[in-house]
């Protein structure tokens, strides 16, 4: 008998598997130490730039093992450390600095193309760079070195505590990317589930665009996961509960590709079993694994054994009953919709296996099945190359780097133009504002604004209720905690809390009405800035690169489509070139629903034909459903007339894909497919029972047609 817990627990427990409490308990306990250290030597001024290299250092983190972390704090304090005394030197010589800043911040941007983990560090140095600007500019003493020492020192403070966390507690990371990652399909089953709705008149088609950006969040969250694992396991052979952890991530990997597998129309299959209770009982088991999912990220975060639920076992047996029903009806539906309702339950029975244990064995603990692709750069060689291939117009990252770079340089002139003293504030505007594409850039803008204009108003409130002093302190940790609590979700929220922060700080210094107005005119000048230079500084319109990008999603499909035949000569194994060309297919489809998200968000006269755009991306995203649904049923063939048929056809499919992908990215004529009576010939020639080569050869049809479908689509693409 157990006993039940207290909803006070319950809510403790649940706030501790959050993914920002970690986080925001090292910032708690960074903030507090600073603040208290100072407040007990009676030296508040000097708490501001520690607590400004706190929240950089906190910003420059990344979910690495203590070893690995060990390696990142030095480099990260390296480069703290450079551009602080870099700024500190360079300041009261406005010609030298106003070289010396857009150079930075150009080298920065582009050092972000070794890693992922150096873009991190670069964007944080850029920040501590603006925050030694503000911190020198309200000296009393310029010229002396202790603005930059104390900024150095959060910084070291908090990369102290976040170092001693990484090694007390090393599985946090793995858990908390996994759960991340097992409620990203939790949303996209149900996502899928809505496509089996039992129902006439729905626009499943209209379905397809919101299916593809659920799995855009899915792939994220997969490689998020792949690079925490990584760095836990390096060289070694995984082992303990890091072997246990990286058979989950095989096993959604699996998940995935399943529940993204598409046998067949979901709109034929809707006419065909309308009367039939067999897609409602899919649909219904869909959204219980769903449910699944969740329970399983609930338990990675909560540090508790997965239990399974009966209820979808039961379920699963209800669709089996249902299909069997169909086969014994005195005229059976088609033989091609049975064939596709048997693939699918088949499929569902394996996600449901992979859901039910508590640490599904989806993967050998050894070899190249078990090995993972390090994507980060394994010599200095070939950090140097990934920055040196960017060196290009055609680069975002150039783009972004050359506009952010003069935008702050802009920024700088018009600073001295409108009040030297306080005025760095539209540099951090600028540098927080300016992102890559127009529809982020757009979006910061207005959150920023917002932020800053309730954060001043609750700094106004705050001022004039509370009295000066201490009683302020705890308000003062709260927000710069807050700001991190809410970052990622609710920028808006997080810019107000940040705000609050810096009037709180200000005013233990007796500077708090001093920074209101200019921390309110300088955000407005900074948004305005980077509005400008996204307008007007090498444009990144997405139109502008679409076919591209479609042309690569369609090589990635090809690449993926000859890794899945293979296997059907070979047999199933995932090995590691299958789960690279598999991860680059759904890279490349999240890539292409990201590019269209951002496109959708710019002026109109840059997203022309939108409704044409989603529709290829709907198309594109059927189009990968057939592939995944290929290397889910993968078995290996017998020799023979079958197996040749599939080879021949499967490579007229691959050569259609490569085609397609031609002539988008030289913006030809896309040509129709001509294969229908190949594929006649192809059905016919083949055993009648031989399930599996009549199922692979439907499948191809079904891309093929697909194909077709995106070449008429591409006619109705705008031309840039």
Known sequence: ??????????????????????????????????TLYCLAASRFVDAIPALLGVIACALAETEDHWRSRLGTLLITLVCFTVAAFAVQWLLPYPPLFA???????????????????YATIAGATLLLSVYTMIGTDAETHPGSLREPALLLAGAAWYGVLSLLWSALSPQHAVRHALARTFDALANYLEEKAALFAPVRGVDREALQP????????????????RLVLIDRIGPRRPRGSTAARLRLYFAAQDIHERVSSSHYPYDALAEAFFHSDVLFRCEHLLRLHAGLCRRRAEALRQRVQFKGDKSAGAALEDVRTSLEALYRQAQPPAAHLLRSLDALVRNMSAIQQLLAHETPLAAPAEGTES?????????LGEAWERIRIQFTARSFRFRHALRLALALLAGYGVLHLVHPRNGYWILLTTLLVCQPSYGATRRRLLQRVAGTLVGLLAGWAALRLLPFGPAQVPLLIVTGVGFFAMRHRQYTTATAA????????????????????PRLLDTLIGAGIAALAIHVILPDWQGR???????????????YLARILDQYTSGKRDDLDYR??????????ATLSGVLSNMLREPGRHRQGSEALLRFLGTAHTLLGHLSALGANRQALTPGAAHDVVTRTGEQTIDALDRLAHALATRGTAMPNQHEHTLAEAFGAIDTDDETARLVLGQLALVLAQCDRLAALAKELPAE
């Open 1 to 34: 008998m157990t006993t039940p817990s207290s909803p006070l627990l319950d809510r403790w427990r649940r706030l501790r598997g959050s993914d920002r409490f970690a986080e925001c308990l090292r910032v708690f306990l960074a903030l507090g130490g600073v």
């Open 99 to 117: 070289l010396g800043l857009p150079l930075a911040t150009f080298g920065m941007v582009m050092l972000g193309a070794v890693s992922g983990r």
């Open 210 to 225: 919101g299916l593809a950006m659920r799995n855009e969040k899915v792939v994220q969250a997969l490689n998020e996961t």
């Open 371 to 379: 090995a993972l692709q390090d994507p980060g750069p394994q010599h």
């Open 498 to 517: 940040i705000t609050l922060f810096v009037v709180l700080c200000f005013n233990q210094v007796g500077r708090g009405y001093e920074v209101m107005w």
């Open 545 to 559: 690169r679409f076919n591209q990008v479609l042309a690569d999603t369609l090589r990635c499909d090809a690449r």
């Open 580 to 589: 690279i060309a598999r991860r680059d297919a759904h890279n490349a489809d």
